[in-house]
């Protein structure tokens, strides 16, 4: 963390050595760059192990991907069946797709802003020093996050199939409800509890970050205010809010960015059913490359599965350009203001 | 320990940690070349039918004294995969299953399996039931890759629950419950167990959540009604999909929204999975489902065994098109790499004896390919011997590429919706058109089929539409190639 920002010998980042300024010469800065790699070499070493992860299972199989696009495959063997651009057509074509894409928009649409709500209410209650017991309601919070989706789908889905038919009982004879429900088989029900299930599952992450940027509000800040009259709501507007301002946009990018990775759940609660009514676009492209439930009677498409897995990266770039565009004007206007 | 001495260490270390383990790697391939001491990997997908195989190894390795027999059960719907990884990881199991996927004419021409001539001769090939070696179903190039291990069987029945039966007053006089044999008789059965339950029963149920059990209640039905294509293949009469030009299909999902809309199916049938709702049938939560065989060792185990089955329920209680499959079949092979290919042929040829085949029927698992092992009266578990009792309700059917070994060049892509998905979204009410969904549905496949025809002949293959259409086919007989 030391040398994030500042060079180790002590030159910072905003204040390049004389080799780096555009007025040397190419020996000179090369030699400069040089010199920063290997006085910063025990940060690269110890970054290196992700690297070699990160571009052997992440960086290669989406270049590697990118040439099955262009063929129909089963995924054994080697491709030989090329069919150009077709399976981008197909995919732009198919209404499952769109459907899905919407289906991915919606969760994401309502569990980011749901979660994040929730999860600066929770922390500021648990950031209360005089609430006793805080580290246990911490950890009950935090805990279904280090459970595994798919054991939380697998729960779930035995739970809604199991008491599902005694929980109807409970309703229709409370009249709440006229007909029984088939919960994860009626395509109005079944979306939305796979919404309810994800914002409970990784409320704590959430959780966790806010209370970190919680803490990091010097405590005379409220002082001073309280000093001047200002009640809680005022303290959570003027001094809250504002001090969280630069953590709450990276809670909300990785809640964003978590929200579009949206798959085990679905696949283990609905397997994207019914009729689709669940398909998500991760989903969607499983399907394709591995087929159905009976995948040994489906032929799998990878090549198809990785066009659409391409198309909808392509989508998610569109869409993040269009949030930092949003959030870099909100930002000068704020500056302005 | 200074860090510099840590690093020599921990690098003295890992340095002979990777020669130890690349001398080991070296004299296990060695092994491997010179002398097979290492014992023989067989794969399947059984788990139900795991007590039967793991008695043949017992008996076979009794039998054959020597290196003992590995065997792995894959996950089932994972299984052409893992098959596939292994063959490109060179780690291919020396016998194993065949599976659905490549299409085996793919697989032979990929060099995955070994010709089995120098066994299967013509007499190993006499002691099985007459024709059952084809070209283009486990001969091909005029080598024998595979042999048939059970006989076409009914695959779905209708299995009804005694206690909800009798529950529900719907017993003969001599005590024993009413099966239905019409359409009519089931709608009657299901209004009766949901009236007289009070609530606590229901007439009919599945578990759908993995998106295939409303397709066998569509394909049971529709077969007995006289589609003999059911929702597996096309109706090889007139070599299209009939999905919508056959009314049997519209009826039958008309029937079944009906049953719905009365309140006769388990509710949460779309919530539960297959496994589940045999679970629940078991606890007589719905008096009727459709399911396999398959169902039979898991209740057994469960000591439930108070219920019977019906096959091919009919309109007017005829079944008019039954089940079909090819003649000869695959079941298991050996593959091209096998590392003792004359064990390998041992133990495939004792899976294929006519004694392993007796005991598989013995234990309530299938039929089996000699006709002699089915016979009811040697079976003692009552439901299984009505199974095999129904043996007579599948045989031969018409199979293009006995006709022409070329067809199997056709690939046909998956479409979507298929049936499954269709058959889903007319029963939540997504889809709200019987009749245009049906009609779509047959669009796609028929599309499918056709493109896939034309992609065959453009790559040299020489095959046409006709070779799907089998104008002399009678569905209520077995039918008889004859060359094209």
């Known amino acids: 963390m030391a040398v994030s920002g500042t060079f180790a010998d002590g030159v910072t980042a905003a204040n390049p050595p004389a080799g780096g300024t555009p007025g040397g010469t190419p020996r000179r800065r090369r030699r400069g760059r040089w010199s920063a790699i290997w006085s910063a070499r025990w940060s690269y070493l110890y970054v290196a192990p992700m690297m070699v992860l990160l571009v052997g299972f992440v960086i290669y199989p989406i270049g590697a991907s990118l040439g099955y696009t262009f063929y129909q495959w089963n995924g054994i063997g080697d491709p030989t069946d090329f069919v150009g651009f077709a399976n981008f057509a197909q995919v732009v074509n198919d209404s499952i797709f769109w459907g899905a894409v919407r289906h991915t928009f919606t969760y994401v649409a309502i569990v980011t802003p749901v979660q994040l709500v929730l999860a600066l209410a929770l922390a500021l209650v648990l950031n209360n020093r005089r609430l006793r017991f805080a580290t246990f309601y911490r950890t009950l919070f935090f805990l279904p996050v280090v459970t595994s989706a798919a054991v939380i789908g697998v729960v779930f889905q035995l739970m809604f199939s199991n008491f599902g038919q005694s929980v109807n009982d409970i309703l229709t004879g409370f009249r709440i409800t006229n007909e029984n429900i088939d919960w994860l088989g009626d395509p109005n029900v079944a979306m939305g509890i796979i919404i309810v299930v994800g914002i409970w599952h990784t409320l704590g992450y959430n959780l966790v970050y806010f209370l970190a940027g919680l803490q990091t509000i010097p405590e005379e800040l409220y002082e001073a205010a309280r000093i001047d009259g200002a009640g809680r709501i005022a303290q959570f507007c003027y001094i809250t809010v504002p001090m969280l301002r630069s953590v709450g946009v990276v809670i909300v990018l990785l809640a964003l960015i978590g929200g579009f990775q949206v798959f085990d759940l679905v696949q283990v609660l609905t397997n994207g059913g019914p009729y689709f009514a669940t398909e998500v676009v991760n989903t969607y492209i499983y399907h394709l490359a591995f087929g159905g439930f009976g995948a040994s009677a489906v032929q799998p498409n990878v090549g198809l599965a990785s066009a659409a897995s391409f198309f909808y990266g392509l989508l998610l770039i569109g869409f993040s350009a269009v949030q930092v565009v949003v959030i870099r004007s909100l930002a000068r206007r704020r500056a302005g203001q | ?484």
């Not at chain 2, 719907?170 to 009519?184: Q, V």
């Not at chain 2, 394909?219 to 049997?248: I, K």
């Not at chain 2, 057994?300 to 039954?322: H, Q, R, W």
């Not at chain 2, 049936?419 to 979204?425: H, S, Y």
């Open chain 2, 1 to 484: 320990m200074k860090r510099r001495d840590l690093l020599r260490a921990a690098v003295a270390a890992a340095g002979a940690s990777v020669l130890s383990g690349g001398l080991a790697a070296c004299s296990s391939e060695e092994g491997n070349r010179t002398t097979p001491s290492t014992s023989l990997t067989y794969w399947d997908w059984y788990v139900s039918q795991a007590g039967w195989v793991d008695n043949e190894l017992k008996l076979f390795d009794k039998a054959h004294p020597g290196p003992s027999i590995k065997r792995t059960t894959q996950v089932t719907d994972r299984y052409a995969d893992l098959l596939a990884l292994s063959v490109r990881s060179k780690n291919t199991p020396d016998v194993f299953m065949i599976p659905k996927l490549p299409a085996l004419q793919e697989q032979v021409d990929k060099g995955w399996l070994l010709p089995l001539d120098k066994w299967a001769t013509s007499q190993w090939q006499s002691r099985f039931p007459a024709n059952q070696f084809v070209e283009g179903v486990n001969v091909f190039g005029g080598k024998v890759y595979t042999a048939p291990f059970a006989a076409p069987a009914p695959s779905l029945q209708l299995y009804c629950h005694h206690g909800a039966f009798k529950d529900a007053g719907l017993t003969n006089a001599d005590g024993t419950i009413k099966l239905p044999k019409t359409w009519d008789d089931v709608t009657r059965a299901a209004e009766a167990i949901t009236s007289k339950s009070g609530g606590k029963a229901y007439g009919l149920g599945f578990g759908n959540a993995q998106n295939f059990a409303l397709a066998w209640w569509i394909d049971l039905f529709t077969r007995g009604a006289g589609s003999p294509g059911g929702t597996a293949t096309m109706d090889y009469r007139v070599g299209r999909w009939t999905f919508a030009s056959d009314r049997n299909y519209a009826d039958f999902l008309t029937l079944l929204l009906d049953w719905k809309k009365r309140g006769f199916i388990y509710p949460s049938s779309m919530s539960i999975s297959d496994e589940q709702a045999r679970a629940f049938f078991s606890q007589g939560k719905f008096g009727m489902t459709v399911g396999g065989v398959w169902n039979q060792p898991t209740w057994t185990e469960n000591k439930f065994t108070e219920y019977s089955l019906v096959t091919l329920p009919a309109p007017d209680g005829t079944p008019k098109a039954f089940f079909y499959g090819p003649p000869g079949g695959s079941f298991v092979a050996i593959s091209a790499k096998a590392s003792d290919p004359e064990r390998a042929w041992a133990w495939l040829d004792w899976l294929y004896s006519k004694e392993a085949g007796k005991r598989w029927v013995e234990q309530g698992l299938g039929l089996s390919v000699y006709p002699d092992n089915n016979d009811p009266s040697l079976v003692k578990f009552e439901p299984f011997a009505e199974y095999v009792a129904m043996a007579n309700t599948a045989f031969i059917g018409p199979t293009p590429t006995v006709r022409n070994p070329e067809v199997a060049k056709v690939t046909v892509n998956a479409v979507k919706p298929d049936i499954n998905d269709v058959g889903a979204g007319l029963y939540t009410g997504q889809l709200k058109d019987v009749a245009k969904a049906l009609s779509e549905l047959q669009d796609r496949l028929n599309t499918a089929q056709d493109d896939a025809v034309k992609a065959a002949q453009a790559k040299g293959a020489k095959v046409s539409a006709d070779d799907y259409v089998f104008k002399d086919w009678d569905p209520a007989k077995p039918y008889v190639h004859k060359p094209a």
